[in-house]
């Protein structure tokens, strides 16, 4: 068993915090540019951008709050610090944070793979629906848990389910958008290998990455679950999957529509 000390308790916290609100920073940063630049986008896909900044803001003011009550209104008597109830409000935007990227990519997977494979973004788009309903109940039981080891003992599965269920959505839309995107470089070699080498790459930075942090999280809540090391590395995961996959997602969409133009397979495709 590790020794729970303030160093791997709030300090780990006060780290991941302190990391959630510079991504939030970089998320904003990706909104701007995308509503100033791309002001004739898809009304459908602005809104998209509209709704994730603004649970991106709430969630940030949750775990800034969370980090406050633990380092200043608990300062001296970490004993007392027992209750989380921003921290499960935080656990629920994350949720839904979450499952609006993997439904914006498995709208993709959707409309750009053929039958039968297209079926994949339906399955990806339902286990997303699934995983963002388990993250508001997770994040209802932080609220009324009264304490932290009590939540993990009642939740510790449903925990381990919906982090590692959210690394194989990533890993499954990665390696299905791959797929087609090598397939397509194949056919259209000579006209569009320069925006299917692009697409590809983002791909699998894209899939690789949340996959990673949120296998990060199980690892360390499996290992460590009387500290806060998870908690510190999960509250920066939500901000994490939007400046890598989400916002950047929706500015990148547009910003290659010139290349598309080159191979109207990939339009035709759903791009």
């Not at 990391?19 to 990706?30: I, K, P, R």
């Amino acid at each position: 068993m590790v020794q729970v000390t303030v160093q791997n308790t709030l300090g780990a916290v006060q780290l991941g915090t302190t990391l959630a609100v510079f991504l939030f920073g970089l998320v904003t940063l990706q909104y701007h540019y995308y509503l100033q630049r791309y002001e004739d986008d898809r009304r459908v896909f602005r809104l998209l951008a509209d709704v994730v900044w603004f649970l991106e803001l709430l969630h940030t003011i949750c775990i800034v709050g969370e980090t406050y009550r633990g380092t200043i209104l608990f300062y001296g008597n970490f004993l007392a610090y027992q209750r989380y109830p921003f921290m499960g409000a935080a656990t629920m935007l994350g949720g839904l944070i979450t499952m609006l990227i993997h439904l914006f990519f498995s709208m993709r997977v959707w409309k750009a793979l053929p039958t039968p494979f297209r079926y994949i973004g339906g399955l990806t788009g339902l286990a997303a629906i699934v995983r963002g309903a388990g993250a508001v109940f997770l994040g209802v039981r932080v609220i009324l848990a009264k304490t932290l080891q009590e939540y993990r003992e009642a939740n510790g599965w449903l925990i381990r389910t919906l982090l590692l269920s959210g690394a194989i959505i990533d890993v499954v839309i990665a390696a299905s958008m791959l797929w087609f995107l090598v397939s397509k470089r194949e056919r259209d070699l000579h006209r569009a290998i320069r925006l299917v080498d692009h697409l590809a790459a983002f791909t699998i930075r894209t899939g690789l990455l949340t996959s990673l942090a949120a296998l990060s999280v199980l690892i360390t809540f499996q290992l460590m679950p009387e500290t806060f090391v998870w908690v510190g590395i999960y509250v920066a995961l939500a901000k994490l999957s939007t400046a890598d996959k989400g916002c950047e997602a929706l500015w990148l969409k547009a910003r290659l529509r010139s290349l598309l133009g080159q191979c109207q397979g990939l339009i035709g495709a759903g791009w």
